[in-house]
């Protein structure tokens, strides 16, 4: 069977790594299956291209993954017509956080053949087998699929018990030399960066995350190392993105990682997500002698009643001393913050701006974006709940139509004192990072000029 994987284009001038995609590809090369990429990403293909490409070439299935958000949703919907336009139209399937969560209403918008659900290495390989066989769809845990008029949904998957089962993803099969531009934290212009999953999953609930399967699977630490080592060798690579939800799953587990990967040598740098409750000033040491120079903590918030409402398991005080351990200890933080949960107003936002404001380093520019309750997560069934939203189709063709605007109202404000609350916030976040540029462009020109700097190299921006 020819399989084609369709990586979407987000309009960004370096895109992410698909890794969910590329781990698919592995298990389908790995059972024989015969697998071609099509990069719109890379190349700005017009959705056009993909109906020729169909029309011109033979595939038995294509397949494409997105994740939850209004671009997203709007971009299947275009795939998903240049697909159904095709004059060899494949068995479509589609995949990722996106339509997991609501697989049906994704199945009607797009009239795809079937949706995984969840993890889908093991899911994936079911379902060749039985689409290739002409076999009937309702045995194949972890999907929903449709059958003339109706739709399906099955059983769940159990979840890959052990994730170093899975193989590495297929790297070779993607353009790594465009992929490894990415630019990430004190990057230098010689950094070439990929990244890469330490484990899969999560241990705390934050009300506003979207997640099917509870828990926290870590890979080993040889397994992380070796798949380091290898895109060290292959393709160069001199930074890690750690792009799991927790790669600081608890102290115990991030000692343990970064002592190994002091033993190996790696001498690379890394990023990870963090949690504040565990950014102790040991374990930063640590993190900063294996390599680390950037931590992206989900703050979220900086009032007691609001992080709780969230169910966030963090408090100020953890959060501030967190903070300055991080600072202290020669890593940059990353602050997110979101606005709009229960219990939030004017007084809860000054504090978040207050707080950026206070322990800005420069590393990021950093801006408030309005929290959204997004399928799947608690508090999309609590705007359910609470008659603010009727549905997925409601959350997508009505409410969410950026991210950067208020889907759902969950304050006290008007939808206007919201936004005007937005601007303000985000008014002074610009200025004070473009200010810091600023100085530091004229402390350069001052070195040059006075000091006739001659390793100068130009006034750029990367």
Same mark, same amino acid.
């Given at each position: 069977?020819?399989?084609?994987? #369709? #990586?979407?284009?987000?309009?960004?001038? #370096?895109?992410?790594?698909?890794?969910?995609?590329?781990?698919?590809?592995?298990?389908?090369?790995?059972?024989?299956?015969?697998?071609?990429?099509?990069?719109?990403?890379?190349?700005?293909?017009?959705?056009?291209?993909?109906?020729?490409?169909?029309?011109?070439?033979?595939?038995?299935?294509?397949?494409?993954? #997105?994740?939850?958000?209004?671009y997203q949703y709007r971009k299947l919907?275009?795939?998903?017509?240049?697909?159904?336009k095709s004059k060899q139209r494949p068995f479509y399937i589609i995949g990722g956080h996106g339509p997991s969560p609501e697989p049906a209403f994704f199945l009607r918008k797009t009239q795809a053949d079937a949706v995984v659900i969840g993890e889908g290495e093991e899911t994936i390989i079911e379902l060749m087998k039985a689409v290739g066989n002409n076999k009937a769809l309702t045995s194949v845990k972890g999907i929903a699929f449709r059958e003339e008029d109706k739709i399906i949904i099955n059983e769940r998957r159990n979840l890959v018990k052990d994730v170093d089962s899975i193989p590495f993803p297929a790297y070779e099969l993607f353009p790594i030399e465009y992929y490894r531009l990415l630019r990430m934290p004190h990057a230098v212009n010689s950094d070439f960066i990929m990244p890469v999953l330490s484990g899969r999953g999560c241990t705390f609930e934050c009300s506003f995350c979207y997640r099917m399967d509870e828990g926290f699977r870590p890979r080993s630490n040889g397994s992380i190392i070796e798949e380091i080592k290898f895109l060290k060798w292959n393709y160069g690579i001199t930074y890690i993105a750690f792009s799991d939800e927790l790669l600081m799953s608890s102290i115990s587990r991030t000692i343990s990682l970064c002592e190994d990967f002091v033993k190996a040598e790696l001498n690379i740098k890394w990023d990870c997500n963090g949690r504040l409750n565990y950014a102790k000033p040991e374990v930063l040491k640590l993190m900063r002698k294996a390599g680390c120079v950037f931590i992206n903590y989900g703050i979220e918030a900086m009032d007691d009643q609001v992080l709780k409402n969230m169910k966030k398991g963090l408090t100020t005080e953890q959060i501030i001393n967190g903070i300055e351990a991080t600072l202290n200890a020669g890593i940059s933080p990353g602050f997110n913050i979101i606005f709009g949960n229960i219990g939030d107003n004017k007084e809860t936002i000054k504090k978040g701006v207050d707080f950026l404001l206070k322990y800005d380093d420069g590393a990021q520019m950093r801006t408030i974006r309005p929290v959204t309750p997004y399928p799947g997560s608690p508090l999309y069934y609590y705007a359910i709940g609470k008659r603010l939203l009727r549905d997925c189709a409601d959350f997508y063709e009505n409410k969410h139509t950026n991210s950067d605007l208020l889907a759902i109202n969950f304050t006290d404000m008007d939808d206007d004192e919201f936004h005007q609350c937005l601007f303000e916030a985000n008014k002074k976040l610009f200025t004070n990072y473009f200010n810091k540029k600023l100085l530091n462009y004229l402390e350069q020109s001052k070195k040059l000029y006075s000091e006739r700097n001659t390793s100068f190299r130009g006034f750029r921006q990367t």
């Open positions: 069977m020819r399989i084609l994987l #369709v #990586v979407y284009d987000n309009e960004s001038y #370096v895109h992410w790594f698909p890794q969910g995609l590329a781990y698919v590809a592995s298990v389908l090369q790995k059972n024989g299956y015969e697998i071609e990429v099509y990069s719109q990403d890379m190349n700005h293909y017009p959705d056009e291209h993909l109906t020729e490409y169909l029309n011109k070439n033979k595939f038995d299935v294509v397949g494409i993954s #997105v994740i939850a958000g209004y919907l275009k795939i998903s017509d240049a697909i159904n």
